[in-house]
């Protein structure tokens, strides 16, 4: 073994295999919703995208309900905070209460500064808290999490 190889590495999984797990972005602003795949394209994150324009539409795309099918478990779910009919905090409530959900690893991404925003986000069992202007930060850190980090097969 080499130097710089890790003794706990996979060799048998590629980068691609690593890293399929399903990206859900929760944002109600299709400017945003651009930039977003743009940054993810520019860091040549190819992980399935799929958008919700409220908590809502996120939570049928998870529960497989409203006709949609549901998305595959465990997600990345980016999650605005000021959206309409149901915001990216009471999103997070919802989840707080079903356990099908917790599994899924939560980044808001938002405008809002609030500390009162920020304190019921993590309050909620979330990853991260990051501010809108710091996207490209973000995709880099994301790039680097979905490169290492090891989750299980998704089973539905």
């Not at 405008?111 to 009162?116: A, E, G, I, L």
Request: a negative charge.
């Amino acid at each position: 073994m080499s130097e710089n190889q890790s003794p706990v590495a996979d060799a048998s999984l590629s980068g691609a295999q690593r890293r399929s797990i399903p990206i859900l972005l929760v944002e109600d602003d299709d400017v945003d919703v651009e930039a977003v795949r743009r940054a993810l394209g520019k860091a040549s994150i190819e992980n399935p995208l799929h958008i919700a324009h409220d908590g809502i539409e996120a939570l049928d795309l998870l529960w497989g309900r409203s006709g949609k099918r549901g998305l595959p478990q465990p997600c990345l779910i980016l999650l605005d905070i000021n959206m309409p009919r149901l915001s990216g905090l009471q999103f997070l409530a919802v989840r707080a209460g079903d356990i099908s959900l917790k599994q899924n690893i939560v980044f808001v991404l938002t405008t809002s500064d609030h500390d009162q925003d920020k304190m019921n986000a993590y309050g909620r069992d979330i990853a991260g808290y990051m501010q809108k202007r710091d996207l490209g930060k973000l995709v880099g850190l994301l790039k680097e999490y979905l490169d290492i980090n090891r989750m299980p097969d998704n089973t539905n």
